[in-house]
Each structure stands twice: as structure tokens, then as C-alpha cells.
């Protein structure tokens, strides 16, 4: 079957701009040939560190960025290949959650209005009707009706971020792009956002792309994983897979980070040498070549490719090549 969402080889890049005249000095590749796909119903969790290019990659494919190159499919149909107005339409299936829910709302509206705008952007019933649809909104979400008429600053981090939630929902998408949605809330109301988020698709038929630089959060909510490091997607897998038996070195090293609630379990942190290298001028070959603990000549040159290990274990590693 289709998969609801196929990306393949998407690349973005930004101009690096200098001196007083803003003249173009370079470019960052802020994402590099990724391809994945998400199927309906799921959710893909996309993992990495700060500056690895996860949040492009959703605004990308949104087009809230257009790629450099690339292809993005919806239901088996090219999203770049839309026009302005096509692309208008098609928002209504593609939402997306924002870390800060407070800098995504505009505080001069109420609730009732910011939940009301998408649907009249798209043209989606009547006063009457939106009244109605604002009010179920809210109650999905688990906010009461008497909350329509206040402003977002009247609410607690975890509120607004289920004001984010039932915007995002209004127009019944089929996507949701959800970037960082519970990093800036209190450990002990993520998991009910998470929680939240699961009912809802459920509910909903939604199918998730859950962007997070935390690993806990990702292996709480998603079917499957997808790593990346300096723009790329190094690893994707099943959920349990990836982080029962990492294999690239690179996942490897960031799980080995994580706390493992069993103190029986025995885990070796793996200690990485050096910073993330600049996205500006990234490494040759392999971009985790200078930090990688099982680095071979092969690595300083080539580029390893994306390839299947096996029942949908993508790697790109040249260790992959021994075994
Ligand atoms: Fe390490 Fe080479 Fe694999 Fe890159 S390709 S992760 S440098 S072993
Ligand atoms: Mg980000």
C-alpha cells in the first residue's frame, strides 16, 4: 500500500550571508538527501541533536520551506508539484505542533478565535457549525467550554500546548507534524500530552511525524525511529529494533546516554570525541567519520549509503558492508 507520506532525497539549504552588504558567503545543508516514509496511522519519530536538520526537514516537508531538491508525496501525490492555491488546499490534511505554544498563539485573540480561524480560512461551515466544532475542539482536548473567551496567557504551558493540539486538529488532518511539542513543559505534564496525542490518533486516524532531541520521548510515543546527524538520516527502524539494536555507531553512542531504569542492566556510556562539526563545511564521506569510534579509510571518502539491513532497518554505515 501507499504510504501516506514519502519523502525521498530531500535536500534544503540556507545561504550563509556576510559583511555589511548580506552578500551570500556559503551555504548550510541543513538537510542532505534524507528519504523516509511514514504510513497511515503511525508515527515516525525523527531523533538528533540540536542543529541536526529534524525541524527543517518537518517544515520542509510541509513546504513551509521549499527543498532544493527532492520529491515529497501525500497519498501518493507530489506536494512541490502544487500550485499556490492547490497548496492552500491541501493545508487542511497537513497540520503541524510547535515547541512553544505560547510564541505560536497570538496573545490578542481568544481561544475561541484562534480555533476558529483555520476553519474559516477553509471555509469549513457556518458560524453556527464553528461555534459547535470549537467547543468539541476543546473538549477533545480536554479543556472546558467556558475556556473559549479567555486569551492565552491565562493558561498554564500544558493548557496552551492543548490549545496548539485543538488548532492543529480543527481542520481534521490526516497529518500532523508535531516539532519538539512537549520540550518546553514540565517533565510531569508531558506524559500527559503525550497521552493526549496518542487518544487522538487514535481517535482521529491521525498519522504522526514527532520531531524531539529527547530519546525517552521519542521511544514513548512512536512505532518507529529515524536518526539524524548533520543533516542526514543515519538510522531508521522499528521502534523496539532501534533501540534494543542500534547499528550505527552514532545512535549507538546517544542511546548509550540514556538512563536505563534496571540498575542490573550493565550500559557503557560511549564517550564521543569532539563537537558536532559546522553544517557550513561538513565532513567528508561519512559526516561522523571525525567522532566515529570504529572510523576506516573508507569513511573519509565515501559516503555510505542509506540502505536496508533487513525488515526495514535503514543504515548508513560502511560497517553495514563487513557483516
Ligand atoms: Fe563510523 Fe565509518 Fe560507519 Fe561513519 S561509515 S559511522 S565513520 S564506521
Ligand atoms: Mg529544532
Known amino acids: 500500500t501507499t504510504p501516506l507520506l514519502k519523502v525521498s532525497n530531500l535536500k534544503k539549504t540556507f545561504p550563509v550571508r556576510g559583511g ?8 548550510i545543508t541543513a538537510v542532505d538527501d534524507v528519504t523516509f516514509s511514514v504510513k497511515k496511522g503511525e508515527t515516525l519519530g525523527i531523533v538528533g541533536e540540536s ?3 529534524k525541524s527543517t526537514t518537518g517544515r520542509t516537508v510541509l513546504r513551509l520551506y521549499e527543498p532544493d531538491s527532492g520529491q515529497v508525496e501525500f497519498e501518493g501525490k507530489s506536494l512541490l508539484a502544487l500550485g499556490d492555491e492547490e497548496m492552500r488546499r491541501a493545508r487542511k490534511d497537513l497540520q503541524m505542533i510547535f515547541q512553544d505554544p505560547f510564541a505560536s498563539l497570538n496573545p490578542r ?15 469549513m461551515g457556518d458560524a453556527k457549525e464553528r461555534k459547535a466544532q470549537v467547543q468539541e475542539l476543546l473538549r477533545v482536548v480536554g479543556l472546558d467550554k467556558s475556556h473559549a473567551g479567555r486569551y492565552p496567557h491565562q493558561f498554564s504551558g500544558g493548557q496552551r500546548q492543548r490549545i496548539g493540539i485543538a488548532r492543529a486538529l480543527s481542520t481534521r488532518p490526516k497529518l500532523i507534524v508535531a516539532d ?8 510531569s505534564i508531558q506524559s500527559q500530552v503525550l497521552n493526549l496525542m496518542a487518544d487522538l490518533q487514535e481517535q482521529f486516524e491521525l498519522t504522526y511525524l514527532f520531531i524531539s532531541h529527547d530519546l ?12 539524524m546527524y548533520l543533516g542526514r538520516m543515519v538510522e531508521l527502524a522499528d521502534r523496539d529494533e ?7 555507531p552514532y545512535t549507538q553512542a546517544l542511546l ?20 558536532v562539526p559546522s553544517p557550513a563545511d561538513p565532513p567528508k564521506g561519512c559526516a561522523f567519520h571525525p567522532r566515529c569510534p570504529h572510523v576506516m579509510e573508507i569513511c573519509k571518502v565515501e559516503r555510505p549509503a542509506f540502505a536496508d539491513q533487513g525488515g526495514g532497518h535503514f543504515v548508513a554505515c560502511h560497517l553495514m ?3
Open 51 to 53: 542543529g541536526c536538520g
Open 180 to 187: 519538539e511539542p512537549v520540550s518546553a513543559l514540565d517533565v
Open 109 to 123: 485573540q481568544k481561544v475561541a478565535e484562534i480555533l476558529e480561524e483555520p476553519l474559516i480560512v477553509h471555509k
Open 242 to 248: 532501534l533501540y534494543r539494536q542500534p547499528l550505527h
Open 256 to 275: 548509550s546516554a540514556v538512563p536505563v531504569p534496571d540498575p542490573e542492566v550493565k550500559k557503557e556510556r560511549i564517550i564521543l570525541q569532539g563537537d
Open 321 to 323: 558492508d563487513r557483516s
Open 20 to 27: 555589511i552588504f548580506g552578500k551570500k558567503v556559503g551555504e
Open 216 to 227: 525517552s520521548v521519542v521511544k514513548h510515543i512512536s512505532d518507529r525511529v529515524g536518526v
